[in-house]
């Protein structure tokens, strides 16, 4: 069967419905940055399905994760790794249809579907079809990444207002508290500057707290007083030991720590 091309779509005004932030290229639904996007979540997808096999045949163990500092989140639902399979396969063969090209199982069609990537982005439906890849490979993600990785304070939800984080180097993540789906290099960009004018009323102990519990790195009521002596960050005293401290900064000051930690 031979893929279906689309006729091609007048976009010259348009932006891209996923990102928001680039125009789109002719013919496409979605913009050249979204469709190497595209690309990445099909391979994550294949990566992830791969690993989920040795889950169904219990060559590993299936375990929640719990949410402690650097860890995932449980899957939130009661699902088995084969019924998790199943649905993944449900969006494969989707877009197969839509497409144009053979279904069937996810080890054959996810290669079609990659060998067809400028078809699917002239698909009137390419930005559901990327959303749906970005969220099912979040959820097998907690299933199949055995390691625990460091989830860094992004910045905020647009939407809700929740905070948000991620592995560095994550590009899309869907927000815990009201399920929307946030393009990460937006949300940094807005959090420069949205957080740079939030401050948080604490001691130093408490900063040290909260900071580690934003940002998954181990800071202790020390650090946070070598950095107020040392003048690496102003937190003007206020009264009965506490201080008005700039989150921006704390968080600055925590992944220096971090990264000081690593070289």
Known sequence: MTAHHPTPINTTHHTCPICTANALADGMTICRQCMHAYARQLTLLRQHLTVLQLVIRREVHLRERGG???SFAPLGIDVSAADLETEAERLIDGICTVAGLPGGRWQRA??????NLHTL???PDAADHLEGLIRING???RVTDRRPRLRRLVGVCDVCGAM?????GEEWAVCGRCDSLLHLPSVRRAARTRLDALHTTQTPSGAAVWV?????IDVTRDDVNNWIRSGRITAPRLENGYREFPILRLIELAESKMDSKRE
Not at 110 to 115: N, Q, S
Not at 212 to 216: C, F, N
């Open 121 to 123: 982005a002239g698909l």
């Open 68 to 70: 402690g500092r650097g």
């Open 110 to 115: 996810l290669p079609r579907l990659g060998a």
């Open 212 to 216: 580690s519990r934003e940002t998954g």
């Open 164 to 168: 948000v984080h991620a592995v560095q």
């Open 139 to 141: 959820r097998l993600e």
